[in-house]
């Protein structure tokens, strides 16, 4: 298996019923496993995936994922049953039930995905408490620079051209 990045773990982190949570075919890959033989490792160790470690998505879940890491629809060849998701403790618990050199490296690298974004959470909320703060204790001539500031805190959405025929009516 390749060595993957913390930055690739993170872009299949997604949030699911209010859980960071992974797919398992992400899950599958930083593994180096197919995504089958993992759901039936799970399957055969259901006692260890509690409902908050792991859960299956409905088909709204997974349509709406769908259209938003932008998949083609299933069609030839494509799953049968809805994904698994799991959440930090659920992907964690998956490297004591493949049980393999590969899996525990992989968990290690998975849970400090999940700190990392944790960590970047947590600081954004600290730094918008101070920005609050310095606005209170200053007067309105730095208004502009903490709207600057906050402007910069958020990200920016683009502006783009709409797509398609449009009639000047």
């Known amino acids: ?54 859960f299956q998505l409905t088909g ?18 494509g799953r049968r049953y809805l994904p698994y998701v799991f959440t930090e403790h659920g992907a964690l618990m998956l490297s004591a039930v493949l049980n393999s050199p590969v899996a525990i490296n992989a968990s290690i690298q998975v849970v400090r995905a999940f700190i990392h974004l944790r960590q970047m959470l947590v600081s954004n909320s600290v730094l918008s408490q101070r920005l609050y703060a310095l606005e209170k204790k200053y007067d309105g001539n ?18 783009r051209k709409p797509i398609g025929f449009h009639s000047d009516e």
């Open 60 to 77: 709204i879940e997974e349509e709406s994922l769908r259209l938003q890491i932008a998949t083609s629809n299933e069609g030839r060849g």
């Open 1 to 54: 298996m390749s060595f993957v990045s913390i930055e690739q773990i993170e872009k299949s982190i997604y949030l699911i019923r209010g859980y960071r949570v992974m797919l398992d075919k992400d899950l599958a890959k930083i593994y180096g496993v197919p995504t089958k033989y993992l759901n039936q490792q799970v399957r055969r160790n259901l006692d260890r995936f509690p409902k908050d470690f792991m």
């Open 142 to 159: 730095f208004k502009v620079v903490f709207e600057a500031i906050r402007q910069l805190m958020n990200p920016l959405v683009p502006n």
